[in-house]
């Protein structure tokens, strides 16, 4: 069982401190490197850091009963266009070494589609156009 808090938005101990109380026994928050991204795990899972920045932490993972490897990738994307981008480069980069499942979540901080969108400001073509092909190329 694993768990992804996003925006945290508290310190390393109260992290810990929330936690253990809900039961898991790890942990990865940096809040130095990346305050915006908590994973907490159980003992069933043994997870160790495979890449992380200010945008995402990428854990590579493998399940203690089954015997399964597996990467978990959580974003919590820039607003910038800019920065973005280079979310979906890594992403891009990260897709062609990894054979294993992988689970990519979070916040990406765009929309795929108009369809998506109810009220506030308005989006730029170009930031969903990035997002979609970004996605079809890991298909």
Known sequence: MCLCILEPKVSTRRIKNLSRRLGFQELCYDHDTNHHIAIMWKND??????????QFITLQGLHSSS??????SVVYVSCSKHARR?????????NSQINDPWIVGGDFNVISSWNEKNGGRII?????????????SLG
């Open 124 to 136: 730029d073509n170009g930031s969903m156009q990035d997002l979609t092909l970004s996605l079809s």
């Open 67 to 72: 015997g399964q490897n597996f990467f978990l």
């Open 45 to 54: 899972v043994t997870m160790s850091l495979n890449s992380i920045d200010d």
């Open 86 to 94: 280079r979310i979906w480069s890594f992403l891009l980069s990260l």
